[in-house]
């Protein structure tokens, strides 16, 4: 097994967080951010990439870290390490309401693509790289754009899923038609392409995009309820839109009503 071997708990319900125990020697990759507590005697290192080529020289790092770039990704992530003896615990949290998947690549071929913000953390030894779509509509107006994330290795790796998760197991030839932005990943053998939704009423007045992505199996699609793009939508648009007042919701004296609970912003 190339990959370290970690387990894990999982708490909460709608901000949930992952907690990891690791043996002596034992380290799990993170992405920046998703930090949230540790043992004493776990070491952080920031590396290049992911960490699965720091054996092969300068050129394999700056690889890795490239491959991170496409994805909108930072250069760097972070590897914890127990130096310390006996087992240790270290935790990640979510960054918005949703749910944390873990995904034992074991399981699923040795490799899983998901959205390019889904992955929170790893086992090391895991590769965190880009998957190209090979299609152009695909890439053009599947919400998710021509580069996707993956994930490859035999170990353990943990992603994050806005909202509630609904798991789909397709059966060879199966489809199952989602709305772009709500796929969170699926596994290799999954075809995904996406489909107009056709008809003039449901192109100007249905107010759910002009596709739907399809994915047809065999293979395992996971779907999250609520994209985070579709919650920044939802805050953006209730935030107020002239100085910094807010809307005055829950209240018919708007802005006036500020000046009564208290929320006085001079």
Not at 33 to 47: R, V
Not at 84 to 107: H, R, T, V, W
Not at 117 to 141: H, Q, T, Y
Not at 230 to 236: D, F, I, Q, T, Y
């Amino acid at each position: 097994m190339n990959s370290h071997e970690i387990d894990y708990k999982i708490f909460g319900e709608e901000m949930q967080f992952v907690e990891i125990e690791l043996d002596p020697q034992e380290g799990v990759v993170a992405e920046a951010g998703t930090f949230m507590m540790m043992d004493d005697n776990i070491k952080m290192n920031t590396i290049f990439g992911d960490g699965s080529n720091q054996d092969k020289g300068i050129l394999g790092k700056i690889f890795s870290a490239g491959k991170r770039i496409l994805t909108g990704e930072s250069l760097f992530m972070t590897v914890f390490t127990n130096d310390g003896i006996g087992k240790k615990q270290i935790s990640f949290a979510s960054p918005y309401p949703g749910k944390i998947i873990p995904i034992d690549l074991n399981e699923f071929g040795g490799k899983f693509i998901c959205q390019k913000d889904a992955f929170l953390c790893a086992a090391k030894g895991v590769s965190i790289g880009i998957e190209f779509s090979k299609k152009l509509g695909r890439g053009l107006f599947g919400g998710e754009g021509f580069i996707m994330q993956k994930m490859e290795g035999d170990g353990l790796g943990f992603i994050h899923a806005g909202g509630t998760m609904a798991k789909k197991v397709l059966k060879a030839g199966e489809v199952l038609k989602v709305d772009t932005g709500c796929i969170v990943g699926f596994t290799k053998d999954v075809q995904y392409d996406i489909e107009f939704v056709g008809g003039i009423k449901n192109t100007v007045f249905g107010g759910e995009g002009l596709f739907f992505a399809t994915l047809r199996g065999p293979g395992t699609v996971y779907i999250q309820s609520l994209p985070f793009s579709r919650l920044a939508g939802r805050v953006l648009a209730m935030a107020p839109q002239t100085g910094n007042g807010s809307r005055g919701e829950g209240s018919v004296l708007g802005g006036i009503g500020n000046l009564l609970d208290g929320d006085n912003k001079f």
